[in-house]
């Protein structure tokens, strides 16, 4: 459930716009579908959701809808050629109301996408604040699945767009938990979950730090603006859905707040590389005590087809 996926046929079009150089992107995102085929079979796993990855900076909407489409049918020619193996998330720009609404109807109406895929801020908007709620309710009458996915801090060097907020240290390394934290906590504070009761909210990397500061967000929920009541926190908490990708820390924390049928399977490739999937990640989850036999294979496999039940058939 957290597959990243790179169109090739859209990085030929940004180069071609001059919306991108083949330097900015990371090498992990020139691998394609047999490179993924590869490693899922070398991971077992038989099927994997893509979560698209598009990063530019488009200088209209129109252009932004073009981008879209071109992702969209690169992953659907990715799912008809390997029947099985693949499906895929429609990847929205929040902060295009327009373009946004149009690639639900497109992608979840019409293409037979099993999701979205968001990320946590636009701009040092969060998740959860109002400006979305227009989209959040097309979403919600969908019954979407809204996958989410830090970013970069919002305030980093000035002119340098994804440096490293510390000299040295990989935003993914501690700035993307954050991100996808502060995403998490706004949406609890804001009532997201209540407001949109439909939506079914994937937080990555095991929802960041928000299972280990669930304890300090109910004690001092109050001072949040508006307030947030140890119950709401406790309630959003068990209503979100996390993965595993990462590789997670041991589950213990994360199970204390969270029944074990909201955790996902991803393992981040191929931003994530495979012998740390399949020599870290994949052995410390088979051996996690914290889990049961039978919960494990709700991680695996079960907890993603009561959620997407699609996959089943894909």
């Not at 991108?20 to 579908?33: D, F, K, M």
């Not at 227009?134 to 970013?151: C, K, M, Q, Y």
């Not at 979100?240 to 393992?267: E, I, K, N, Q, S």
């Amino acid at each position: 459930m957290h597959h990243h996926f790179c169109a090739p046929e859209w990085r030929e079009w940004a180069e071609h716009h001059g919306l991108i150089t083949p330097e900015q992107l990371p090498r992990w995102a020139h691998l394609g579908a047999d490179e993924s085929v590869r490693f899922m079979d070398r991971a077992g796993i038989a099927t994997a959701v893509l979560k698209p990855m598009l990063p530019a900076r488009y200088r209209s909407s129109a252009q932004l809808r073009e981008a879209i489409s071109i992702t969209l049918r690169s992953m659907m020619e990715v799912a008809q050629a390997h029947p099985g193996r693949f499906s895929f998330y429609v990847p929205l720009f929040l902060d295009d109301p327009d373009a946004s609404s149009w690639a639900v109807r497109r992608g979840l109406g019409q293409l037979g996408a099993v999701g979205v895929n968001v990320t946590a801020n636009y701009g040092g908007v969060y998740l959860g604040d109002p400006a979305y709620d227009r989209i959040f309710a097309e979403l919600n009458e969908f019954a979407a699945v809204v996958d989410t996915h830090p970013h970069h801090l919002p305030g980093g060097p000035p002119g340098r767009p994804g440096a490293m907020t510390v000299p040295g240290i990989p935003n993914f390394m501690c700035d993307f938990l954050l991100d996808t934290t502060r995403a998490a906590v706004n949406m609890i504070s804001r009532k997201t979950l209540d407001r949109f009761p439909d939506l079914s909210v994937i937080l990555p990397h095991a929802g960041g730090f928000l299972p280990y500061i669930a304890h300090r967000m109910q004690a001092l929920g109050r001072f949040c603006d508006p307030p947030v009541e140890p119950a709401a926190v406790r309630d959003h908490l068990r209503r979100f859905y996390y993965d595993t990708a990462g590789p997670m820390a041991p589950a213990a924390t994360l199970l204390a707040h969270v029944p074990a049928d909201r955790v996902l399977f991803g393992t981040d490739w191929p931003a994530v590389p495979p012998d740390t999937v399949l020599d870290q990640a994949l052995p410390a989850l088979d051996a996690d005590p914290a889990f049961t036999p039978e919960q494990l294979r709700g991680v695996y496999r079960d907890n993603a087809l009561r959620l997407v039940p699609q996959l089943a058939t894909v």
